[in-house]
């Protein structure tokens, strides 16, 4: 594969002319006998150094950033219907697509305060489900307290009056009968 090497005076006047957008990179390819390619290469080499957006000639729309999109929705905001369609054809956009991306634009804050608020909302619901359960916890740690203090008490009970004296009603009935009946 040979590789030609072009004089730079040469290679920047076919820059000058692929920038300017009047003609197409084929015309220009069938008029220097550069090959198409190197063409290509050199045109985004370019672009690349003068950091030019995506918005220029030959790309697809599909495929640009989003600053790059608000960019054309900014740059087409004051114009006329025929002036619109005039710089979408500059740009290979249709003007549908100018047309979403400004009510993306538009509705872009709108989303964020839905998110917002949606946060907010799951927020609070999070907050009153976590007092809830810790109402739940601290009435179930002070039945848990009662309950061992119970039993310290029935313990120390035993212990003075042991464990015959110390009968619950039901027991007592029982106890009398018995000796009722002996």
């Known amino acids: 594969m040979s590789y030609n090497k072009y004089p730079k005076e ?5 820059m000058v002319r692929m920038l300017e957008g009047d003609e197409t990179v084929t015309d220009i390819q069938r008029d220097t006998g550069v090959g198409i390619n190197t063409l290509y290469r050199w045109r985004d080499q370019a672009k690349h150094q003068k950091g030019l957006s995506a918005t220029t000639k030959y790309k697809n729309a599909d495929k640009w950033s989003s600053q790059d999109k608000f960019m054309v929705v900014l740059e087409t905001a ?3 219907e025929i002036e619109f ?4 054809r500059e740009k290979g956009v249709y003007p549908e697509q100018v047309k979403e991306w400004k009510e993306a ?14 946060a907010g909302k799951e927020l609070r619901a999070e907050h009153k489900e976590k007092e809830k359960l810790e109402k739940e916890l601290a009435r179930k740690e002070k039945a848990l307290a009662e309950a061992a203090a119970l039993l310290v008490l029935r313990k120390k009970a035993d212990a003075i009056w042991g464990t015959d004296e110390w009968l619950n009603p039901r027991q007592e009935a029982e106890t009398k009968k018995e000796t009722k009946v002996s």
């Open 10 to 14: 040469m290679k920047e006047a076919i």
């Open 78 to 80: 004051n114009l006329t």
């Open 85 to 88: 369609s005039e710089y979408c």
């Open 105 to 118: 634009c538009i509705n872009a804050n709108d989303n964020a305060r839905e998110k917002g608020t949606q």
